[in-house]
């Protein structure tokens, strides 16, 4: 009990006794940066399959890999999370259909089982029967046990995988909204928290994992781009940074409409989340998640990417420019990951009867310490190096029919 | 005595014989008279429970905040009846005490949930008004806990009751978030959620919470809400009455008498 004394001793006004213990902790923070990154990155594979942006196509198969790595680890926190893992099973088996927290079962299972595992499957058979035929030993076997059976290479097979891969992704946009928004719904619908109790927060929370998913997309390509010592396709990066630096202001206006309207209103709760703002979550908030986060980001990628003029306001040589690019991706997760921070830890630090202020004490060790939201973190990166080695996503890798066959 | 036996034996000897054969009997029918009166005793403890149907009830409770002394005994009773964890962070039930200054400024503390009563304020100069405010679950027939929670653990009962079911529970502490009124608390020795029951198991017995019991003013009133002769609806029926957060629509059952508007 000796970080709820500490607490005690940091409240500041009065909060309700209940309310001394911070229920929803780093796990919890974890867990949306997570769910946003697979959005983003499905969201981004689906501009090349759907809206055609050719100029993205290298990040397409390792876009699909990464939705699916995330999507594979994004439930872990939430498990360490429950007082009762053991139970979590009940979710499935009696769900409270009033609960939205009850549907994340229901929507999970749909992402992972139809959309994102059917569209890689569709997307790679042709490679894994070809793959299979050319390889031995375990890699042969593997290969050949993903093709489920269907080893048919004729035009007609092949034209099937295409328009199924397709229909897929048509689908899975909606489904990339579904998944997040429902997670900023999660938030967005306790009406007994003013600072979450908004109706733009699904929407908010799409943007952000849009913004989170083609940043982190940028990064895995150009970090993979140059650990295998082939060319960076600057075309595709600089493609990459526009979308971003769209998504940014989209997502910037909406929060700033968000502030701006609380503020306006001014209803009852003005007063302590103002004070919770210029207090509590000041570096997070106004430093991190804005500053350094979204501003900078934005004055970086609008002088630099093809986005406001064609070859930029700034005009800088390709090295210099994907460096910057590669700058603001890293910029924007640190500003997104203190997004899904204010949103999580903010609106349970100041108190629901809105006369004070409480701490969050982070442990280090423990379950909801950070040594195990840090390893949640990378997990999805080492999830993902296997999916590589087993599925090359790189464009050499692809197989064709005819030269397969010969 | 034996010479005052010989003397009176000869006149009443046929009554004597009659109160000897009718103790005699009683004697015999002793046994069975107390075997009745324990299965009486027994039928009476059960019976309610027995017989209780839930649909005759609606539950709710009046707290009459002038009446509130700020004892704490009220949360010393809910902590032993309930087994609440002794700690003070875990409150089923809990009082505030508000210091409201000359400009409105409003004061408020409830140091270890109040259970230990309040410490005198260093100085009472300029207090335009203080009072107490014993806080519970509101036991709301529009509950927003029971809306979120992902498993159906928490539900409400036909006679008004929201509880939390400990076979299903799992710890996701949703309907913590989801509580305007801070009254629920995850149990740290069995991870659950847990809050005030209305003392569910005194309830259903015919007697009342333990808070409004043990309350030595009477500021607690427990009843049925729909019997008018219900001691609850005799005291909605005389006082003015305010729920705590009414615009978030989720119809608390506990009203409060005299409740003042720095009370959220």
Known sequence: ?406 | MGEWKRDAREPSEQISGSRREFLHTCSLAAPLLLLGLRAAAVEAWAAPEAAYNAREHYYGMGVDVARCIGCGRCVEACKNENDVPREPYYFRTWVERYVVGPAGEAEVDSPNGGIAGFPPKPSEKGVLRTFFVPKLCNQCADPPCVQVCPVGATFATEDGVVLVDRDYCIGCRYCVQACPYGARFLDPRTHMADKCTFCYHRVVRGLVPACVEVCPTGARVFGDIRQRSSPLARFTRFNKIMTLKPHLNTKPKVFYAALDQEVR
């Open chain 1, 1 to 406: 009990m000796e970080p709820l004394q500490e607490v005690l001793r940091q409240v500041t006004g009065y909060i309700y006794p209940n309310e001394v213990e911070l229920h929803w902790g780093l796990l919890v923070v974890v867990y949306p940066y997570l769910t946003g990154l697979v959005a983003g990155a499905f969201i981004l594979a689906s501009l090349v399959r759907v809206f055609n942006v050719k100029e993205v196509q290298p990040t397409y198969r390792l876009a699909l890999l990464t939705a699916l790595a995330y999507l594979i680890v994004a439930p872990l926190p939430l498990l360490a999370h429950l007082g009762r893992p053991s139970r979590a099973f009940e979710i499935f088996l009696t769900p409270n259909f009033h609960s939205a927290m009850a549907m994340f079962g229901f929507v999970y299972a749909w992402y992972l089982m139809v959309v994102l595992l059917l569209e890689i499957w569709f997307d790679y058979r042709k490679d894994l029967v070809l793959w299979s035929k050319r390889e031995t030993g375990v890699r042969h076997w593997l290969h050949r046990l993903l093709t489920l059976g269907a080893g048919d290479l004729s035009p007609r097979a092949l034209r099937f995988d295409q328009s199924a891969g397709r229909f897929i992704t048509i689908i899975g946009i909606p489904s990339a909204f579904l998944l997040h928004g429902y997670v900023g719904f999660i938030f967005g619908s306790v009406k007994a928290n003013p600072w979450w109790s908004s109706v733009l927060m699904p929407i908010v929370f799409l943007f952000s994992a849009i913004v989170s998913g083609i940043a982190l997309m940028l990064l895995l390509y150009l970090l993979s781009t140059l650990l295998r010592s082939k060319p960076v396709d600057m075309v595709c990066m600089d493609k990459l940074a526009t979308f971003l630096f769209y998504d940014l202001v989209v997502d910037f206006s909406l929060e700033m409409l968000d502030f701006i309207h609380r503020l306006y209103e001014a209803e009852e709760s003005i007063q302590i989340l103002s004070l919770l703002v210029s207090s509590r979550l000041f570096l997070s908030l106004v430093i991190l998640q804005a500053l350094l986060g979204t501003v900078l980001p934005l004055l970086l990628l609008g002088s630099v990417s093809p986005a406001l003029r064609n070859r930029g306001i700034v005009s800088l040589p390709d090295e210099l420019r994907r460096l910057l690019y590669a700058g603001a991706a890293v910029l924007i997760q640190i500003g997104i990951f203190s997004t899904r921070w204010n949103v999580v830890i903010g609106g349970q630090l100041f108190s629901k009867s809105l006369r004070g202020l409480t701490v969050y004490k982070m442990q280090l060790l423990g379950l909801e310490g950070l040594f195990v939201s840090g390893f949640l973190l990378v997990l999805p990166l080492l999830v993902l190096l296997v999916l590589i080695i087993v599925l090359p996503p790189w464009p050499e890798a692809e197989q064709h029919p005819e030269a397969g066959a010969s």
